[in-house]
Antibody, heavy 120, light 110 residues
C-alpha cells in the first residue's frame, strides 16, 4: 500500500524558512516522479513543484521560483520542499503526490497534507 | 499563466449524468493530452479520477469518463451517486515545466 506522510509544517514569520518532508513507503520510490501541491484555506489546488525519479530534473511554479527548492533522497525514500522568503500568500496545506508511472504531470497517490501558516 | 476555467458549481439528481467543463488555451489543454481530474471531499486529500484526458486509475468506477475538444476538457459523471458530491478539479500540463489547475467545481447531488 502506498503511503505518503508529510511533516514539517507550522507557523513561521514572513521572510522565514521552513523545510517540508514527505516520507514515502509501499512503492519503489526512485521510479516515480513526485510533486508538491498546495491549497490555501478555502481555496483551490495550486501546483507548486515537481521532480523526476532520479532527481535530475525539477520544475517550479512561477510564484515560488527562486524561493522554493524541491529535492529528494532516494536512499531515505523522502521528498523535500525547502521554502525560503516565505510570504503570507504561501499559507496553505501542502500535499505531496506521487505520479503514475505513465504520466509525470498527474498525482495518483496523495499524502494527508501539512499546514504552513505564514504570519507575524 | 492563468488558472484553467471551471464552472463554480454543478448539480444533478441521483442516477442522472452531469458534465463539468475545464477550459484552457491552445498552450495548455489544447496542446497537450496531460489533462487530469481530481475529486476532493471536505477535509480530505484530492483523489485522482482521470489522467491523460480519459484514463481511469485502478479502482475508479467507469461512471467517470473524460474527453477533450479543442481547448476544453470535460469530466462526465454518469449514474450520479450521493458519494459523488465533492469538489472536482482539472489540471493540465502547460509546457515549459508548468502545471495548471482549474478553480474547482462543487458538485451537488440533489
Amino acid at each position: 500500500e502506498v503511503q505518503l506522510l508529510e511533516s514539517g509544517g507550522g507557523l513561521v514569520q514572513p521572510g522565514g524558512s521552513l523545510r517540508l518532508s514527505c516520507a514515502a513507503s509501499g512503492f519503489t520510490f526512485v521510479t516515480y516522479g513526485m510533486s508538491w501541491v498546495r491549497q490555501a484555506p478555502g481555496k483551490g489546488l495550486q501546483w507548486v513543484s515537481a521532480i523526476t525519479g532520479s532527481g535530475g530534473n525539477t520544475y517550479y511554479a512561477d510564484s515560488v521560483k527562486g524561493r522554493f527548492t524541491i529535492s529528494r533522497d532516494n536512499s531515505k525514500n523522502t521528498l523535500y520542499l525547502l521554502m525560503n522568503s516565505l510570504r503570507a500568500e504561501d499559507t496553505a496545506v501542502y500535499y505531496c503526490a506521487k505520479a503514475p508511472i505513465d504520466d509525470f504531470w498527474s498525482g495518483c497517490d496523495w499524502g494527508q497534507g501539512t499546514l504552513v501558516t505564514v504570519s507575524s | 499563466q492563468s488558472a484553467l476555467t471551471q464552472p463554480p458549481s454543478a448539480s444533478g439528481s441521483p442516477g442522472q449524468s452531469v458534465t463539468i467543463s475545464c477550459t484552457g488555451t491552445s498552450s495548455d489543454v489544447g496542446r497537450y493530452n496531460y489533462v487530469s481530474w481530481y475529486q476532493q471531499h471536505p477535509g480530505k486529500a484530492p483523489k485522482l479520477m482521470l489522467y491523460e484526458i480519459s484514463k481511469r486509475p485502478s479502482g475508479v468506477p467507469d461512471r467517470f469518463s473524460g474527453s477533450k475538444s479543442g481547448n476544453t476538457a470535460s469530466l462526465t459523471v454518469s449514474g450520479l451517486q450521493l458519494e459523488d458530491e465533492a469538489d472536482y478539479y482539472c489540471s493540465s500540463f502547460a509546457g515549459s515545466g508548468n502545471l495548471l489547475f482549474g478553480g474547482g467545481t462543487k458538485l451537488t447531488v440533489l
